[in-house]
T-cell receptor
Framework: KNEVEQSPQNLTAQEGEFITINCSYS?????LHWLQQHPGGGIVSLFM?????KKHGRLIATINIQEKHSSLHITASHPRDSAVYIC????????????WGAGTKLIIKP | KAGVTQTPRYLIKTRGQQVTLSCSPI?????VSWYQQTPGQGLQFLFE???????NKGNFPGRFSGRQFSNSRSEMNVSTLELGDSALYLC??????????????FGEGSRLTVL
């Protein structure tokens, strides 16, 4: 079993829909990262969380440390949100190594 | 403030050759990590350096090596190249805190093609 699991692996939605991407982990962490990679593009950090909730524009990230679960929400989704969204955790169980999820490929249709 | 700079951006090598890739982190960042990304695959962790010391290493053969200099710039080297080494190699830097947390900043990558 992977230490960081993302779901769904693929998600296709219509423009305007509310999007939720989930990340579950099984290790002790000091921080959780959400990142975005557009097709053929670089990787951009969206959020770094150690507790609670953060919001940036239409993006919201939450984390529940007790349940070892985080969600990334996109409100009023737009085709430009189409990208791969990646969850990664900084694990104090393994010398603070970053452990990566497999990513969620999101496609927003106009 | 300048971002993470990776050089070269593109390179073509033949099997058996060796290659060195460079990563200059954001000024003040002491942590540099390297990743391999192949088509259809997620990020595969190679190694992480902090203050010139290798802190973590991924599950790659010994042909993959790296180092970090006193100015935090990092290099990775792949010797005896194989076709399967063709990939995008990404570098990320972060500003470490006492809790080993820091936002990640990625470079644009070095795309290696092995013929």
């Amino acid at each position: 079993k992977n230490e960081v699991e993302q779901s769904p692996q693929n998600l296709t939605a219509q423009e305007g829909e509310f999007i939720t991407i989930n990340c579950s982990y099984s290790v002790g962490i000091s921080a959780l990262h959400w990142l975005q990679q557009h097709p053929g593009g670089g990787i951009v950090s969206l959020f770094m969380l150690s507790s609670g909730k953060k919001k940036h524009g239409r993006l919201i990230a939450t984390i529940n440390i007790q349940e070892k679960h985080s969600s990334l929400h996109i409100t009023a989704s737009h085709p430009r949100d189409s990208a791969v969204y990646i969850c990664a955790v900084r694990s104090w169980d393994s010398n603070y190594q970053l452990i990566w999820g497999a990513g969620t490929k999101l496609i927003i249709k106009p | 403030k300048a971002g993470v700079t990776q050089t070269p951006r593109y390179l073509i090598k033949t099997r058996g050759q060796q290659v060195t890739l460079s990563c200059s982190p954001i000024s003040g960042h002491r942590s540099v990590s390297w990743y391999q990304q192949t088509p259809g695959q997620g990020l595969q962790f190679l190694f992480e350096y902090f203050s010139e010391t290798q802190r973590n290493k991924g599950n790659f053969p010994g042909r993959f090596s790296g180092r970090q200099f006193s100015n935090s710039r990092s290099e990775m080297n792949v010797s005896t190249l194989e076709l399967g080494d063709s990939a995008l190699y990404l570098c990320a830097s972060s500003l470490e805190t006492g809790l080993n947390t820091g936002e990640l900043f990625f470079g644009e990558g070095s795309r290696l093609t092995v013929l």
